[in-house]
């Protein structure tokens, strides 16, 4: 896929704050330090749109982000949420996080997809679980994501995401921000929950098929 474009949008701390949908929207979750910022950046083949940091908990906002394609042509947003489980902020603050979080994913109507991320070091604790079962009770598509690849052996890296797998049923993408793995998979699948695809306009559910779709 070509990205024609991709800005910042606008950020809020509550959900009443954010402008209303205009377009699919696809979040990103995940504990905080996890590179939910660098994945999107990486995404996106820019460098700096999404600020990230070395510091956890550095994103404390929801961040909009508008991305528009060349090939398939279409516009989605992408949504960067606050990370979860920072254990040096304090019981409160961590809820509030949890709240805007879960706010936004129960009361956002052009949610299609949340990107629910883990280190692939550390697979998916108890928080990545229920974040994950939230997503679902809600109704949107969960995408899992491993990140952060390259920490692992070209070796480690197959028989790891095999167990992750195993251990969640379902597919787990690998990827890592600073090479680039898996990162066209990856946008394939979150073009799919988006019901993107080549001959598919936004909301034209299954207009399109998984064979057209492989072929972006
Ligand atoms: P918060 O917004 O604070 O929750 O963090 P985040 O999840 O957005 O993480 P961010 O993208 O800011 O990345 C955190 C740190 O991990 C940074 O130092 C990144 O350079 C590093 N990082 C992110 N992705 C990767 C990756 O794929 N590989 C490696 N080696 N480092 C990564
Ligand atoms: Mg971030």
């Known amino acids: 896929m070509r990205i024609r474009d991709a800005r910042y949008l606008a950020s809020a701390t ?33 460098k700096k749109l999404v600020r990230t940091s070395g510091t956890p908990g550095c994103t404390r906002a929801i961040n909009l982000f508008r991305v528009e394609l060349a090939e398939p042509e279409a516009t989605l947003d992408f949504v960067d949420l606050p990370g979860y489980g920072y254990a040096q902020r304090s019981k409160a603050e961590r809820k509030s996080w949890g709240k805007l979080i879960e706010d936004f994913l129960a009361n956002r109507p052009g949610l299609r997809g949340v990107v629910c991320i883990v280190d692939v070091r550390r697979g998916f604790e108890p928080d990545d679980l229920e974040l994950i079962e939230f997503v679902e009770h809600v109704g949107v598509t969960p995408v899992l994501v491993a990140t952060k690849l390259d920490k692992l052996s070209a070796s480690q890296r197959k028989l790891r995401l095999l167990t992750l797998e195993k251990e969640m049923g379902r597919p787990v993408h690998g990827v890592s921000a600073e090479t680039e793995e898996g990162r066209e998979l990856l946008f394939t699948a979150i073009l799919r929950v988006a019901s993107i695809g080549p001959t598919a306009k936004l909301k034209g559910e299954d207009a399109t098929s998984d064979a057209e779709i492989s072929e972006i």
């Not at 949908?21 to 994945?39: C, D, H, I, W, Y």
């Open 14 to 46: 509550g959900t009443s704050q954010l402008p209303p949908p205009a377009f699919a929207e696809v979040a990103f979750a995940g504990r905080s330090n996890v590179g939910k910022s660098s994945l999107m950046n990486c995404l996106l083949r820019r």
